[in-house]
């Protein structure tokens, strides 16, 4: 038994040692003992937008009218602008309420009194300027119908209200035609509307009538040269408990119907510890990019994070409870946890291996939201990667990026938009591992999640990689994370890629590794 195992070793070494000379593909690979390679012919066809966040412009902190004051000084937002500078994020979602900033209720006869000169109209300019600084693209749009709930006469509460329309189009008209914000790409029309929370309450009809009314006033407006739809925003994996319209038919129905007055498509997930760790958000995901395929659109993740159940869903519970700030009915509080940060790369490579073209955190700062917006402070949604307010919610710890922040940030920045993203031919099946690679021009990108509790080590290749470009690595593991003193990620080191072996990856257990031509400062 010795004598062989010694055998087989020498033949492993020998094969590692080959240098083949004939063109790189799956066949040279083996014969050098390559565990996982990326090959062009592997490029899945898709319009990449790049990584991104949900960010919004602080609704309870925005003006001195607001519920906690006037905190979102000008110092705070610089101080943002240098995080968002790091995570560097390609796609940003910011949803808004008529209400919170230029809706000023009804005049006598029922039509909508609108004020764009308001402290809360500004402060969402400081968002919108480090988008248009920075090219980043805007997902934007409005919670739901201004009135919903109300119990005023004639009430502005339905997707489909022409007074509606009307607002959000002069809105839109003054921010992007007369303040030049002409990163607002998309538009969305009411949040999740599929769901029993939202303004729609599930009604498919209402919600279609309204998305093709507030398309066709686009497209009659000189914004039809900036923005466009996206739809349907439905959460795909809860069906409402009374309307017969199942979630995954908003997405069908939407390509249906609406595919000609649609710029792209987009969905939300929040998937549990089981979906993401065995791989099956792939298996969920595949039909609906499959029901895109002839269909040259962007496919996004407009919502994503996690939502643990079992025991860890107890766990968070408790957590919430004993957090005077959290909301316990809507927090996520494994952000303090490295394994948050795992599962979100995880959900991200599982999108992409989709052919979704980007995947949009929920979300980057507790400080935007409460449970039903209220503002209460003892109901923050901790969900971010930091609390830019943290010395009113605990203390200045909470202002501290958080573990999930590290993954996310260095997702955000070696998967740039345009990249062509390639699935991994993978040697040994393995349902805990997760890769995904990229290329675009000179540059190389690949990430490699490790859901098990034992390391891995492959021998990775590719034939995208120009030979003498620098390899960075970055490694997100538990306590061994390398940051530079604001807290973001960097190298853990430069890597070397030989010819016809490719490099050698240390996957430790739980962790993500990333390697890339681009250096992180």
């Excluded at 966040?53 to 240098?82: C, I, N």
């Excluded at 607002?167 to 009411?190: A, D, P, Q």
């Excluded at 200045?396 to 955000?412: F, G």
């Excluded at 690679?437 to 590719?462: E, H, I, P, R």
């Amino acid at each position: 038994m010795m004598r062989s195992t010694l055998l087989f070793l020498v033949f492993v070494v020998l094969l590692l040692t080959v240098n083949c000379n004939e063109k790189v593909g799956e066949s040279a690979f083996a014969k050098a003992g390559i565990s996982l390679s990326f090959l062009k012919e592997n490029t899945i066809n898709t319009q990449f937008l790049g990584h991104g966040v949900q960010w919004s412009a602080y609704p309870h902190a925005d003006s001195e009218d607001a519920e906690w004051g006037f905190l979102m000084t000008d110092e705070k937002w610089e101080e943002l602008y240098r995080r968002l500078d790091f995570v560097n994020p390609h796609v940003i979602r910011v949803m808004d309420g008529a209400g919170w900033r230029y809706y000023q209720g009804n005049d006598k006869d029922g039509n909508p009194i609108v004020d764009y000169n308001t402290q809360e109209v500004k402060s969402l300019y400081k968002l919108l300027d480090y988008c248009q600084k920075n090219d980043i693209k805007v997902m934007f749009g409005e919670w739901g119908a201004p009135q919903s709930g109300s119990k005023v006469k004639n009430p502005i509460d339905r997707a489909d209200d022409d007074r509606w329309i009307e607002m959000i189009t002069g809105y839109l008209n003054h921010l992007v035609i007369e303040k030049g914000y002409t990163c607002i790409t998309y538009y969305n029309l009411v949040n999740e509307p599929n769901g029993y929370w939202a303004s729609t309450d599930g009604d498919w009809d209402q919600w279609s009538a309204g998305y093709t009314k507030m398309a066709k006033a686009l497209a009659n407006s000189p914004l039809s040269k900036y923005v466009g739809m996206v739809g349907p925003d439905a959460t795909v994996q809860w069906n409402h408990p009374t309307h017969p319209k199942p979630s995954a038919d908003w997405m069908y129905s939407t390509i249906e119907e609406h595919n000609e007055i649609t710029k792209a498509y987009e969905v939300h997930i929040y998937a549990n510890q089981d979906e993401i760790r065995s791989g099956n958000l792939i298996k969920f995901l595949q039909p609906f990019a499959d029901s895109l395929k002839n269909i040259d659109k962007p496919f996004l993740l407009g919502e994503i994070g996690m939502k643990y159940n079992g025991e860890l869903g107890e766990e968070n519970k408790k957590r919430a409870a004993a957090d005077p700030y959290a909301s316990t009915e809507d927090s996520e509080m494994f952000v303090y946890d490295h394994f948050y940060g795992v599962d979100m790369a995880d959900a991200a490579a599982q999108s992409m291996l989709v052919g979704m073209g980007s995947a949009i955190a929920w979300n980057v700062d507790d400080a935007m939201h409460t449970k039903g917006d209220a503002g209460e402070k003892s109901k923050l949604k901790k969900w971010g990667m930091w609390n830019i307010l943290g010395e009113h919610f605990n203390g200045p710890d909470e202002l501290t990026p958080r573990p999930w922040s590290y993954p996310w940030t260095v997702l955000c920045n070696i998967f740039p938009p345009g990249s062509k993203v390639m699935k991994p031919i993978i040697n040994v099946k393995n349902d805990s591992i997760r890769a995904v690679g990229a290329y675009k021009n000179d540059m190389f990108s690949m990430m490699l999640v490790n859901q098990s509790k034992t390391g891995q080590t492959y021998n990775v290749a590719t034939d995208t990689y120009t030979n003498g470009v620098p390899l960075y690595l970055y490694n997100y593991v538990d306590g061994e994370n390398i940051k530079n003193s604001s807290g973001f990620p960097v190298p853990a080191r430069e890597v070397t890629y030989k010819k016809d072996l490719g490099v050698q990856v240390e996957l430790p257990a739980n962790s993500v590794v990333f390697i890339s031509t681009i250096k992180l400062k």
